[in-house]
């Protein structure tokens, strides 16, 4: 069985406390059989090795010795997330009757006391996925949050990217600790794919989970999926955790998807100049301080657009005779 995981088990026994679990018989067969084959594979490598100096018989012999070894050890060392023997579905755990023999399935835990324990009631986030909880206490050490078990998910100090508050929610994927222990992590990175269905043009939803680098804001696709929006596509300011709606500007060679607040320059462009005309007009007598050479961090702040952008809507409007331009800033000099 697996920690962290949804498992399809066995119930070995019935107690006054609950049942106890373990591995449906073709896990344990397909688990022995992947361990000899493993074994097998490293004890023919090694045995090749030895083939100058042993005759084909003692190599032979060789080969089926260490196999057999290997495999038993492989099946003892198990990682720190797999747990053997039996394990205990407590009856507050139980969602529906069950008997000796029966196959149900069960996501394994640790409880308070760090023991391997049992429920038949779905978390809300499981090894392998991503999922927004919910925050229930903060301190010193790290947060608590709710993910829909009698226990709640740890999410360290050290694996925030910025630090929640009581109620809010956060992005987190589930890994297991060194100690052996399922934790959550905002550091979300190598838990993505980069194998999403999307293609060039594709509106997506997306969660900014890491921000503050040179290269831009790192954002999760459905949760799923690994996203960059580049700094100088930053037009508006953007904070972990929120969810946003995102075009796709390109797919790179590995699958990475770099994503735009906005849309291609050649369609942004109308709205673009609607925007600023709408500024215009609410402005005292159609005048705004911001021209060609205001600074970059200015224009974003007032038009949510980048200066290279805001330069080709302020072209396209003084072409139309729309607008003026000097060196004092921009002015309306007829309605739409």
């Not at 045995?47 to 038993?72: I, P, T």
């Not at 078990?149 to 360290?156: A, E, I, N, S, T």
């Not at 900014?208 to 831009?216: L, N, Q, S, V």
């Not at 709408?278 to 007598?285: D, F, M, S, V």
Request: hydrophobic share 35%; proline share 4%.
């Amino acid at each position: 069985m697996e920690l962290g995981k949804i498992n399809i088990v066995k119930i070995a026994r019935m107690t006054p406390h609950g049942a106890y679990i373990t591995d449906t018989d073709d896990v344990k067969e397909r688990s022995l059989a992947a361990a000899v084959g493993d074994a097998k594979e490293r004890s023919l490598a090694a045995a090749e090795g030895d083939a100058n100096e042993r005759s084909l018989a003692a190599a032979d012999g060789a080969v089926k010795e260490r196999s057999h070894e290997a495999a038993d050890g492989a099946v003892k060392e198990r990682s720190r997330g797999t747990i053997d023997g039996e394990v205990l579905l407590p009856k507050g755990e139980m969602t529906a009757r069950l008997d000796k023999g029966d196959i149900t399935e069960c996501f394994i835990y640790l409880d308070s006391e760090d023991r391997p324990v049992a429920t038949m009631k779905r978390p809300l986030l499981s090894l392998g996925e991503t999922a927004v909880l919910t925050c229930l206490e903060v301190t010193q050490l790290g947060t608590f949050l709710d993910w829909g078990l009698k226990k709640d998910l740890f999410l360290p100090y050290r694996e925030q990217t910025k630090r929640p508050k009581q109620g809010s929610k956060v992005l987190v994927a589930l890994y297991i600790d060194k100690s052996g222990r399922l934790c959550a992590t905002m550091k979300l990175y190598r838990y993505l794919r980069n194998d999403s269905p999307y293609k060039t043009g594709d509106r997506v939803l997306g969660r900014i989970y890491e921000t503050g680098r040179d290269e831009g804001a790192h954002v999760a696709v459905d949760g799923v999926f690994r996203g960059l929006i580049p700094k100088k596509d930053l037009v508006t300011e953007v904070n972990i955790g929120d969810e946003i709606r995102l075009r796709v500007a390109r797919v790179l060679p590995d699958g990475k998807l770099v994503l735009a607040m906005r849309d291609p320059s050649h369609v942004q462009i109308f709205a673009d100049c609607e925007l600023i005309v709408g500024r215009l007009k609410n402005a005292p007598g159609g005048f705004l301080p911001v021209h060609d050479k205001t600074d970059t961090e200015v224009i974003r702040r007032t038009f949510g657009m980048s200066k290279n952008s805001f330069k080709k809507a302020v072209g396209h409007l003084m072409k139309e005779g729309k607008i003026t331009q000097d060196s004092t800033g921009i002015k309306l000099l007829s309605t739409p």
